[in-house]
């Protein structure tokens, strides 16, 4: 059987969008000689969906779809992903399916048995679980294999590598016992570093034990703050990957299957951990952009590292004139970081502007004197300085339709060194899942990509400072941000108590006061734009923590 795996980027409610990518990937996978082509999960309707499922119209469209996708099946079949209305209307009154399609006809049909209702996944409030495995034939000349359909997260059934057990149905061992002779996987399976080692530990335990071949097809794009990473495999009967896709790129597999054995083109390389969060934040940035319809982008320029970053990974993802930096000097900021921010600019043949800030600064003080006489100075006052620029990029954004690109990073959003309606102003915070201690590492890959210095070399070795007073630096306030670093992990990511924290040998005085910046600082991060989620546990759709809370 010759399969061709689709991976393709489909847009959240494009309905007719990701309907003719689907048919353009059947039609080259019919050119190849494929017998079946397989689609990602939800293909039609794009993943995740959220609340467009409520809509009911909107998924009468994606039913037409089909229909269309189904009608241009011919000399092929295809396994395609997609919204299932429940014909007898019973409990949510949809199911997350497949579609088998050959000859102008629905041949089969699967709903996934497994929803998954944790982290970033909520399938449980919108679809209904189905209950049947799904085992169809594929007419191959002379010959017949049985494949057996399963959607994404029917195969994640097993703890021991990052997946969720479900006790008491295991829809890979149904589907085996059903006659399936090959497996299908439909898949959305969102990227975070580490995820494709994960992956494939987890899905060659599943081959191994059940000794039937796996086909697994993932999406790739960015849709809001996840991104998907591709890297679709074909596993065979013993248990080894015999063929990958590319990485974080749209692409179409072709792979022979006979018996238990797997042959194909070959197995495309899978990036570093560094390699591949600079690949996901590029991917990140580059389709919010096509997606939501923005074509430009501004920045502020700090001459610091994380701005810098920002805007090196924004040029890889965009042509660089279309990046609009801006520096906006205070009374306070250093002769070298405007120094910095113009020769960034230059390196990335991006425009550059100054608005220098010190009046509209000095307006704010006068204006609050009053109100303010004879108490000292304190962070109210640093803010301002952060309220000033917000506003003017803000303005920069309303008048010319530019993308305002966030510059903070995971550290400073965990303990709330970042201000509100200031440097937390924008529409996608493309570092707020980056700490601080990989953003160095970033800008050194990219200079490394680069063969030259995009990033001034004085950016990356100077100490970091929001330079909002008098010779100030982010270790006034912060600890090492290695230190930070490691207990915002175990605290954050890991879920770790404090003296679970302690008890590995940190200071408990550093990491009580850690923890409570982190919890205090809740508020704040309720209100900053999307993020692109590269870790296990980004601030956002997977992290749902109070704000009005009291607990220890």
């Not at 190849?32 to 397989?38: C, Y």
């Not at 049909?109 to 189905?130: C, I, M, Q, S, W």
């Not at 425009?351 to 109100?371: C, G, M, N, V, W």
Request: hydrophobic residues 40%; proline residues 5%; aromatic residues 6%.
């Amino acid at each position: 059987m010759r399969v061709a795996l689709a991976q393709i980027n489909p847009t959240v409610g494009d309905i007719d969008g990701n309907t003719t990518r689907i048919i353009s990937a059947i039609d080259s996978a019919r050119d190849q000689g494929a017998d079946l082509v397989v689609t990602p999960e939800l293909a039609v309707f794009g993943y995740p969906p959220k609340d467009l499922l409520c809509r009911k119209r909107l998924v009468e469209r994606n039913v037409q779809a089909v229909r269309r996708i189904v009608e241009h099946c011919t000399g092929i079949t295809a396994a395609v992903g997609y919204v299932e209305p429940d014909p007898d209307k019973a409990g949510h009154g949809i199911f997350n399916a497949a579609a088998l399609c050959r000859d102008g006809a629905i041949v089969a049909n699967y709903r996934k048995v497994l929803l998954p209702t944790y982290d970033v996944f909520d399938e449980g409030r919108y679809f209904d679980a189905g209950r049947e495995p799904c085992v169809a034939s594929i007419l191959t000349g002379s010959d017949t294999v049985r494949i057996g359909l399963t959607i994404c997260e029917d195969l994640w059934n097993d703890e021991q590598f990052g997946g969720r057990r479900y006790y008491g149905v295991d829809p890979i061992e149904q589907t085996v016992a059903a006659g399936a002779q090959v497996l299908i996987n439909l898949s959305s399976s969102p990227f975070r570093v580490d995820v494709c080692d994960r992956r494939e530990q987890l899905f060659m335990r599943q081959v191994r034990e059940h000794k039937v071949p796996l086909v697994y097809v993932n999406q790739i794009g960015g849709n809001d703050d996840l991104i998907f990473d591709g890297a679709s495999m074909v596993i065979d009967a013993g248990g080894t990957v015999t063929a990958r896709a590319k990485a974080f790129e749209e692409d179409l597999l072709i792979v022979e299957i006979s018996g238990g054995t797997c042959r194909s083109a070959g197995i495309e390389p899978y990036p570093d951990r560094l390699e591949t969060m600079h690949r996901a934040l590029v991917l990140g940035i580059h389709d919010y952009l096509r997606k939501c319809g923005f074509e430009e982008v501004v920045l502020g320029l700090s001459g610091g590292i994380d701005s810098a970053v920002t805007a090196a990974l924004a040029a890889r993802a965009i042509e660089p004139t279309r990046i609009h930096g801006v520096a906006m000097p205070s009374r306070f900021s250093s002769t070298h970081s405007i120094e910095d921010a113009r020769q960034l600019a230059e390196n990335l043949g991006m425009p550059f502007s100054i608005l220098d800030i010190k009046e509209l600064h000095t307006t704010y003080e006068r204006a609050l004197a009053a109100q303010f006489d004879g108490m000292q100075r304190d962070v109210t006052d640093e803010n301002m300085q952060a309220r000033v620029r917000g506003n003017l990029l803000m303005a920069l954004s309303n008048k010319f339709n530019r993308l305002l690109l966030t510059t903070g990073n995971k550290s400073e959003l965990a303990v709330g060194y970042c201000t509100l309606y200031g440097d937390m102003c924008g529409g996608l915070a493309v570092l707020s899942d980056v700490p601080k201690t990989q953003v160095y590492q970033l800008a050194r890959l990219i200079n490394k990509k680069a063969g030259r210095e995009l990033i001034p070399q004085r950016t990356i070795d100077k100490p970091p400072s929001a330079e909002l007073r008098e010779n100030q630096t982010d270790q006034d306030s912060l600890p090492p941000y290695e230190v930070l670093d490691a207990i915002l992990e175990h605290y954050v990511e890991r879920d770790l108590a404090v003296d679970e924290i302690v008890a590995l040998g940190f200071d408990p005085e550093v990491v009580t006061r850690v923890a409570r910046l982190v919890d205090r600082n809740e508020y704040k991060r309720k209100q900053i734009p999307v993020g692109i989620k590269v870790t296990s546990r980004a601030f956002g759709t997977g992290r749902r923590m109070p704000i009005a809370a009291r607990h220890q």
